[in-house]
Every structure is written in C-alpha cells, then in structure tokens.
C-alpha cells in the first residue's frame, strides 16, 4: 500500500524559506516519478516541480530559481526547498508519486503560508 506524507509547512514571512519533505512507504523514490503541486484558496491544483528516475527535475516558472525539488534515497523521502518565498507561494502543498502502473498517489497536504 502506497502512502505519501508530508511535512515542513508553516507560516514564514516573505523572503524567507521552507523545506517540506514527503516520506513515502511503498514505493521507491528512485524508481518512480515524483512531483509537489499546490492548490491556493480559490484556485485549481498546479505543478510546481517534478523529478523523474533519471534525476531530471522540472519547475513552474513562477519558482524556477527558488525552488529545488531533491530526493533522499537513504530516507526515502523527497524534498522540496523553497527560498526567497513570496506571498503568492501560499497554497497547501502535495506531494504526488506515479506507481509503476501510471496510478497517480498523493498526499494529504500540508499548508504554506507566506506572510507579507
């Protein structure tokens, strides 16, 4: 059984950073797709950055150059570090993982909040 979970969000001020963290059981990071999306009050889910089992990682252009999205093998786990936050950069955050079926899994959230 697949589960995701998240961690590391809260609030910070503009400028500032987070790191949030999906653990993931079930699955191995290395071999599979994994992405972070966030979904704003009022808005629909978007991709904010993928890695792929090639390590290849893509980004949303509205974080590209302040977001790194990284995998910890050891733990089993993928991170997405994010600097110079903006208030824009509030949303509650996903973790997703496509299984080796193409089955999408996510995560239950976890809630950025980026004051100005």
């Known amino acids: 059984q697949v589960q995701l979970v998240e961690s590391g969000g809260g609030l910070v001020q503009a400028g500032g950073s987070l790191r949030l963290s999906c653990a993931a059981s079930g699955l191995d990071v290395r071999y599979n797709a994994m992405g972070w999306y966030r979904q704003a009050p009022g808005k629909q889910r978007e991709s904010v950055a993928q890695?792929?089992?090639?390590?290849?990682?893509n980004y949303a252009d509205p974080v590209k150059g302040r977001f790194t999205i990284f995998r910890d093998n050891a733990k089993n786990t993928v991170a997405l570090q994010m600097n110079s936050l903006k208030p824009e950069d509030t949303a509650v955050y996903y973790c997703n993982a496509v299984g080796a079926t193409d089955y999408v899994y996510w995560g239950q959230g976890t809630q950025v909040t980026v004051s100005s």
């Open positions: 890695i792929f089992r090639s390590g290849f990682a």
